[in-house]
Nanobody, 124 residues
């Protein structure tokens, strides 16, 4: 069993930055693909970014490319999402997720473990 705990959310003005962290329990974290998803009120959950087990391959949703960076530190069992140039439309609850096998994917039903989420609110 893997437990994921997100942190780092908060309220920020448009143009600002936040760094989300997702701490994982368990000894097999380094073998998992990891993803960040978000869900805004009244909308479906959507893929934001993904990283393979080594950190060598990353993937982004089109609207966050060039602004967000996903990374991981397997020694610390942690995955990060650095968010720069934040926009009001980035407001959502952000979730990290672990996929036991395979590469990161935008399909949320392919992930096996989920965190509880952290709120990000971007004001004008």
């Amino acid at each position: 069993q893997v437990q994921l705990v997100e942190s780092g959310g908060g309220l920020v003005q448009a143009g600002g930055s936040l760094r989300l962290s997702c701490a994982a329990s368990g000894r097999t974290f380094s073998s998992y693909a990891m993803g960040w998803f978000r869900q805004a009120p009244g909308k479906e959950r959507e893929f934001v970014a993904g990283v393979n087990w080594s950190g060598g391959s990353t993937y982004y949703e089109e609207s966050v490319k060039g602004r967000f960076t996903i990374s991981r530190d397997n020694a610390k069992n942690t995955v990060y999402l650095q968010m720069n140039s934040l926009k009001p439309e980035d407001t959502a609850v952000y979730y990290c997720a672990a996929r036991v096998r395979g590469m990161p994917t935008y399909r949320d039903n392919q992930y096996h473990y989920w965190g509880q989420g952290t709120q990000v609110t971007v004001s004008l």
